[in-house]
């Protein structure tokens, strides 16, 4: 077993089950938390993360394939990918091939959203580059919700995110915007949300 990642919320390892290169994604404990508390949390947490998974799969999303749910041990079981992240990628590949993945990632963002999937942490660490294919992982943050405020927080924060990590390609946000609005009926409608959400944040700034 190799550890991928650990961060507040879970601990990311690589192992092998039932013969199968895996990523067990293990829920941490909250010592803080009354234990019932707790578990319940994790429970629900972990429930809400598989359905969204699943759902995304259902709306032709690539996610990764869901092996066992442990409800007892607070652990998903899961696919590993391998692929990089496209926070890696994206800055390094030739300018045409950096354009291709842009207006993949707007196309990716619109089927969630048209599905009314909020991922809850849309950035491009948590998206993988396997061959041409982007694969949408760690939906923990996330919701289902047709709301159109929550979609255009998803957006803002991807906006926020692709500028903050590709400084010096921020202009490809524009294909990524035009991808969206091309392949959701609604994507005009978020992308006005998001200026009103970048207005709202400018104005609380200024208090």
């Not at 994790?42 to 394939?65: C, D, Y």
């Not at 926070?87 to 291709?100: G, M, S, V």
């Not at 990524?176 to 009103?196: C, I, P």
Request: proline fraction near 2%; glycine fraction near 6%; charged fraction near 35%.
């Amino acid at each position: 077993m190799s550890v991928h990642r650990v961060g507040a919320e879970a601990r990311l390892d690589s192992d092998t089950w039932m013969d199968r290169e895996v990523v067990i994604k293990q829920r941490v404990v909250k010592g803080y938390r009354h234990p019932v508390i707790d578990k319940n949390l994790q429970t629900s947490r972990i429930k809400n993360e598989a359905r969204l998974m699943l759902e995304a799969r259902k709306g032709g999303i690539a996610v990764p394939i869901i092996y066992s749910i442990d409800l007892a041990g607070n652990r998903i079981i899961m696919e590993e990918i391998k692929g990089v992240r496209v926070k890696d990628a994206l800055q390094d590949l030739p300018y045409p091939r950096a354009r291709e993945i842009c207006e993949k990632i707007g196309e990716i963002s619109a089927m969630l959203h048209a599905h009314d999937i909020v991922h809850g942490d849309l950035t491009t660490s948590n998206m993988l580059l396997e061959g041409d294919r982007i694969v949408m992982i760690d939906f923990s943050l996330g919701s289902k919700t047709s709301e159109i405020e929550d979609k255009g927080v998803d957006m803002h924060l991807l906006e926020e995110a692709f500028h903050s990590a590709h400084h010096s390609r921020a202009e490809l946000f524009d294909v990524v915007k035009a991808s969206y609005v091309h392949h959701y009926e609604r994507g005009d409608e978020v992308l006005k949300k998001v200026k009103e959400i970048e207005r709202r944040g400018r104005y609380t700034r200024k208090e």
